[in-house]
């Protein structure tokens, strides 16, 4: 169930109430910058373009419709700070490790931290083969949880796109993990 505070803060920014957007900004600035560091691998970069998001959201706010959802609404307009962002820079998307990954056990041994290190590498060099829908569909929904409409509502394109995306993408990536001698279990 989408957060219907988040709609209605969006709304009162659209009526002139800019102080709601400042809870949105503490909501979503972390997640947003997550979405970008997979990509942009230069964490001051991702600040950037992050600031970009809310400068956008601000400046185009008369366009939010709240007919959709708020996620999807703020994520097409990341998207598309995104693209702006490589075809002014002629840089091609790129996937970064996340470190934060291992630290889900707080005393991780040696060997955990090499297999999980090593795990992370070859999942980011699957997604680096990806291009296109398949690897914004992978981002959007394994990396930010969005859901298939939301993602929808972002890439404007059919649901049933998205999950063939998906679908798709995952098959890919398997085929890639497989190539390197790694067995996948599931």
């Known amino acids: 169930m989408p957060d219907n505070s988040d709609h209605l803060q969006m709304l009162a920014v659209r009526e002139g109430d800019l102080d709601k ?3 949105l900004f503490e909501k979503y600035h972390q997640q947003l910058f ?3 560091q997979r ?9 950037d373009v992050v600031q970009e998001v809310f400068f956008r959201m601000l400046k185009y706010r008369h366009t939010y419709r709240g007919e959709g959802s708020f996620r999807a609404w703020m994520y097409s307009i990341a998207y598309n700070a995104k693209i ?26 040696p060997e955990e931290i090499f297999i999980k290190s090593n795990q992370r590498e070859l999942l980011d060099l699957a997604l680096d083969q990806l291009t296109g829908l398949k690897r914004e569909v992978i981002l959007l929904r394994r990396f930010q949880s969005l859901k298939y409409l939301e993602i929808s509502e972002v890439l404007d394109c ?20 497989a190539k390197q001698g790694v067995k996948i279990t599931s």
């Open 39 to 47: 990509q942009l691998r230069d964490p001051q970069l991702c600040e």
């Open 21 to 23: 957007l400042g809870p």
């Open 84 to 109: 702006d962002h490589f075809r002014q820079t002629q840089r091609r998307p790129e996937t970064i490790t996340d470190e934060v990954d291992l630290l889900v056990n707080p005393r991780p041994n």
């Open 158 to 177: 059919p649901v049933g796109t998205v999950k063939a995306c998906l679908f798709h993408a995952i098959k890919d990536m398997k085929a890639f993990i």
């Open 34 to 36: 997550g979405y970008f």
